[in-house]
T-cell receptor, first 114, second 111 residues
C-alpha cells in the first residue's frame, strides 16, 4: 500500500492521558500535514512539517499539542493531558516537494476521550 | 483570515441528473483549488484540482474556476447513487501550503 498510512485507526483515552498519533507519508512525499475534523464540522489545519522541521504550526492549540517529523520514522502528533474536547478525527496528509501539488489523505485516527 | 464558503446544503438530485456544487473564497492571492469527496466515516479523497481560470474536465466531473469572482465550482454529470457523499472545497495559496476547507456540501443522489 503506497498511500498515507496512519495508526492507530481508533484510539480511546481517558481524560488526562496522552495520545500519540502516527503518520507515514506516501512514498516520495516529503511534506506532512495534520488536520482535525470535529463532529459535524469541516477540516481544520493544524500543522505542516518537513523532515526535522516544523514549517507552519499556526493551527496548533498553544498548549498540550505538539508534532514532529524526525529524520527516521513517522510523523507524530502528540496530545498531552487529553480532554473531552479533543475527541475528533485526526487526518494526516502528504504531498511531494513541488509547489501547488495536491495533498493526499490517510484514513485518519478517530480519537475518543472517556 | 482566509475563508472558504460553500452553499448550505444538503443537495438532493435524481440519478442521472447534473449536480452543481459551488464555493467562494476570500483570499484573492489563492492559487490552487481542490475538490475532495468524503464518504461518511471515511477520509477525504481528492477528485479534482484546478489552478487556472476556466474549465477542467475529468470523466463525469468538471471543475470551473473564476479568479476574478473568487469562485470555484464542481459539476457532476450523470449523477450516480455512489456519488452520494460530502464534497469539500479546499483552497491553498498566498505563500502558505495549508489547505483551507469549506464546511462541505452533502450530496444525495436518489435512485
Amino acid at each position: 500500500n503506497a498511500g498515507v498510512m496512519q495508526n492507530p485507526r481508533h484510539l480511546v483515552r481517558r481524560r488526562g492521558q496522552e495520545a500519540r498519533l502516527r503518520c507515514s507519508p506516501m512514498k516520495g512525499h516529503s511534506h506532512v500535514y495534520w488536520y482535525r475534523q470535529l463532529p459535524e464540522e469541516g477540516l481544520k489545519f493544524m500543522v505542516y512539517l518537513q523532515k526535522e522541521n516544523i514549517i507552519d504550526e499556526s493551527g496548533m492549540p498553544k498548549e498540550r499539542f505538539s508534532a514532529e517529523f524526525p529524520k527516521e520514522g513517522p510523523s507524530i502528533l502528540r496530545i498531552q493531558q487529553v480532554v473531552r474536547g479533543d475527541s475528533a478525527a485526526y487526518f494526516c496528509a502528504s504531498s511531494p516537494d513541488r509547489d501547488g501539488q495536491p495533498q493526499h489523505f490517510g484514513d485518519g485516527t478517530r480519537l475518543s476521550i472517556l | 483570515q482566509k475563508e472558504v464558503e460553500q452553499n448550505s446544503g444538503p443537495l438532493s438530485v435524481p440519478e442521472g441528473a447534473i449536480a452543481s456544487l459551488n464555493c467562494t473564497y476570500s483570499d484573492r492571492v489563492s492559487q490552487s483549488f481542490f475538490w475532495y469527496r468524503q464518504y461518511s466515516g471515511k477520509s477525504p479523497e481528492l477528485i479534482m484540482s484546478i489552478y487556472s481560470n476556466g474549465d477542467k474536465e475529468d470523466g463525469r466531473f468538471t471543475a470551473q474556476l473564476n479568479k476574478a469572482s473568487q469562485y470555484v465550482s464542481l459539476l457532476i454529470r450523470d449523477s450516480q447513487p455512489s456519488d452520494s457523499a460530502t464534497y469539500l472545497c479546499a483552497v491553498k495559496g498566498g505563500g502558505s501550503e495549508k489547505l483551507v476547507f469549506g464546511k462541505g456540501m452533502k450530496l444525495t443522489v436518489n435512485p
